[in-house]
């Protein structure tokens, strides 16, 4: 038996172990989904390279570990050490999950206008499966992934927002996945679901930290499903270490003239694989998807997007950023498909990469499948190295060597990081940036 | 303050500066004039430690080095840096320079002052100090940019490559002012130009012809003038007439 056969069936294993769990928990109803979730795995099972989504990124590294679904543990991380990652100030409104469960004594939710819920998945699949059951797992296909499948079959917790109609969030929503470890290598599902109904607005931070946690795999799922002129800010921080490896899809679809902004921005990670895929599927849909990746040592980072025009009037913007330093390996994949009725769209792709080593490499390819005549699309995509010219004119006034790469690189990512709009957000990023491209710059 | 022997310099397997002798001391306004591709910018390049050309007769000195250590280079094409504020690179300019100099660090108040005086040194629109670097300056824009910035950190050796090629009259006088005004006993200045129509702002001790890697002649400011009538065909014809050495 291959790595490859031997690993699903030890999946497939653990699911007979976990669903009696799962029913127990009283999330019974999603029993059904799960089965049929857990099966579209048996069949499919791990991609390969020679998958042409899984092209250049082969999973053989997640594949071969065997993780342990990791346990609830409240205590496992003293708000202490959860404060000098820096990453529970971002905002008043916060659910902590630690290994991907909630924990109520990190978290703190200030006061939301009335209707809004803000609150974990886990209680939600209990209490309200009215108000999760019309959405869950309906848009982020578990049929043909992986690790969307195995997720949808042992989601167990991660964050449920609902804002109802007209409705609007100023203060950021921190959804705050922190992993710890005690020697073991473990797996979490985190599962979140953000549902804003029309007219309402909300921000949502995504950032993923560790405090100790080692070798562990976040296998995480988001799905947003935004109402008719909903105006919808996600960030995405990834800042794990080089030991962990990371796999997630976020899927949002979008109503009649809604507006999404999504900033992906990746700091960590041994292995690491983001899919966004948005679905515009109302007329005037408007969305940004911008892209930050930061690599050293001997990190993987493959980025994959997928935008679909489904409907006529529709504009999409994409900027992804790449620096890469030392054996990185970086993958960026953006696919625009615009569909038969998708008139007038006007969609716009851009992916940069600076590389600072001579090993680092980057596989960069757009994708654009068009079936309708009017439209503006393009797409453009580089790899470059530092500007020896602005280089020599930086230090010929008396900057370093090392702080004019630096300051290079920096406004190289400043490109991405000025445009979110979530003030501390943005501050924290930036001095964290600040302190990275420093160090590398130095070695 | 500067005194270079025999100066060579090659790029790409392939001699630009061919042995130069030149002498500046403090308090002295050089220019030196040449036809395109004769070797002015190389000089001033190479003056400021630019990599890669093979050098010799010149201390090997990292470029951020000679600028700490005074040498200022105004450059003919001042480069376009995105996502860097000049306010902020300067501010880190100066303080390293400061530092190298055994001086403490300006703090914000000292250097926004510093920026207003200088600003106005070249009516420079303190607007554009927020901006990214040269980032859709107009080319007078970027020249005053040079200047303001040699105001600031007040070198000891300015290079200025051209500052006034491409110049309207208006910004010609201003720029022009400014370098006139930052002329001083202390300070040694060498003044590239291609056309002698900035030293009618800007009085030279000491004009020389650059010709082909070599300094050809060299004399007062009516050198200059020489060449603005009679060209540097004028030149070449004296070189080939041998009367030039
Ligand atoms: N880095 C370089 N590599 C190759 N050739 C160069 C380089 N720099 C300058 N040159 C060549 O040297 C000659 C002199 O150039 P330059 O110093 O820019 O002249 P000027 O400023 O007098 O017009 C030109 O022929 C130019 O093409
Ligand atoms: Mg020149």
Redesign the pocket.
């Known amino acids: 038996m291959t790595e490859l056969e031997e690993a699903r069936e030890r999946y497939c294993a653990d699911f007979e172990r976990f669903k009696q769990k799962a029913a127990r928990n009283g999330g019974g109803w999603t029993y059904p989904l799960r089965k049929t979730a857990i099966s579209r795995f048996a069949e499919v099972g791990f991609p390969t390279t020679r998958d042409e989504e899984w092209k250049y990124t082969s999973v053989a590294p997640i594949v071969k570990v065997r993780f342990r679904r990791a346990d609830p543990r409240p205590n496992g991380v003293v708000p202490r050490a959860l404060a000098q990652t820096g990453a529970g100030e971002l905002a008043k409104n916060r659910l902590v999950f630690v290994n991907g469960h909630y924990s109520e004594r990190l978290s703190s939710v200030g006061s939301l206008p009335g209707g809004v819920k803000v609150e974990s998945l886990a209680a939600a699949l209990v209490n309200d499966p009215a108000a999760v059951e019309p959405y869950l797992a309906r848009h982020a296909s578990y049929q043909d992934h992986a690790f969307v499948a195995l997720n949808t079959a042992f989601m167990e917790d991660g964050a449920f927002v609902h804002v109802p109609k007209g409705c609007v969030i100023d203060e950021p929503i921190h959804l705050l996945f922190v992993s710890t470890s005690n020697g073991e290598a473990t797996v979490s599902y985190p599962r979140n679901l953000i549902v804003i109904d029309s007219d309402s607005q909300v921000k949502i931070v995504e950032s993923y930290v560790e405090v100790g946690g080692r070798g562990y795999l976040t296998n995480g799922v988001t799905e947003v499903i935004a109402g008719e002129n909903s105006v919808i800010d996600h960030c995405k921080l990834e800042r794990e270490n080089e030991t962990a490896f990371h796999v997630a899809t976020l899927q949002a679809r979008l109503g009649r003239s809604s507006n999404f902004v999504s900033h992906s921005i990746t700091l960590g990670g041994a292995l690491i694989r983001n899919d966004v895929n948005v679905m515009l599927d109302g007329e005037g849909g408007d969305c940004t998807l911008n892209g930050l990746y930061l690599g050293t040592g001997e990190r993987h980072i493959d980025n994959h997007t997928r935008i679909d025009h489904m409907k006529p009037h529709c504009v999409s913007r994409e900027l992804y950023k790449g620096i890469l330093d030392g054996k990185v390996k970086a993958v960026f994949n953006g696919k625009i498909v615009v569909g038969k009725d998708a008139r007038k769209t006007d969609a716009k792709q851009t992916n940069r990469n600076l590389l600072l080593s001579e090993e680092a490499t980057i596989d960069t390819k757009p994708q654009l499948e068009i079936f309708n005549n009017d439209v503006k699309c393009s797409h453009a995509s580089t790899i470059g190295r530092l500007d020896e010219n602005a280089l020599f004119y930086l230090r010929s006034r008396g900057l370093g060597l090392e702080t004019a790469r630096a300051l290079l690189t920096y406004a190289f990512a400043s490109e991405v990081v000025n445009q979110i709009k979530i003030a501390p957000v943005r501050a924290g990023l930036d001095d964290l940036l600040t302190a990275r491209l420093q160090k590398i710059c130095q070695a | 303050m500067l005194e270079i022997r025999n100066l060579h310099a090659s790029?790409?397997e392939?001699e630009?500066l061919r042995g130069i002798d030149l002498t500046v001391n403090a308090g002295e306004v050089h220019a030196i004039m040449?036809?395109?591709?004769?070797?002015?910018?190389?000089?001033a390049h190479v003056l400021s430690g630019r990599e890669p050309?093979e050098v010799t007769a010149l201390l090997e000195m990292a470029p951020e080095e000679r600028a700490r250590a005074g040498i200022f280079l105004a450059f003919?094409y001042p480069v376009e840096i995105p996502g860097v504020s000049t306010t902020y690179f300067l501010k880190a300019a100066l303080n390293a320079t400061r530092k190298h100099r055994g001086l403490e660090e300006l703090d914000a108040m000292d250097f926004l002052a510093l920026l207003k005086e200088k600003t106005a040194l070249v009516e420079m629109d303190q607007g554009l100090l927020n901006r990214p670097i040269n980032e859709g300056f107009s080319g007078g824009e970027k020249k005053r940019n040079e200047i303001f910035q040699m105001a600031v950190l007040d070198p000891k050796l300015a290079i200025l490559?051209e500052t006034d090629s491409g110049l309207d009259i208006d910004a010609l006088r201003i720029v022009a002012h400014g370098v006139d005004q930052l002329r001083n006993k202390d300070r040694a200045t060498i003044l590239i130009t291609h056309y002698q129509r900035l030293l009618n702002y800007i009085i030279p001790d000491y004009v020389h012809v650059?010709f082909d890697g070599r300094i050809v002649t060299s004399g007062g400011k009516e050198l200059a003038h020489e060449l603005e009538q009679r060209g540097y065909s004028w030149i070449e014809e004296r070189l080939q007439a041998g009367s030039v050495s």
């Not at chain 2, 040449?34 to 000089?43: D, E, Q, R, V």
């Open positions: 790029a790409a392939r630009i040449g036809p395109n591709g004769s070797g002015k910018s190389t000089l050309y003919q490559d650059l």
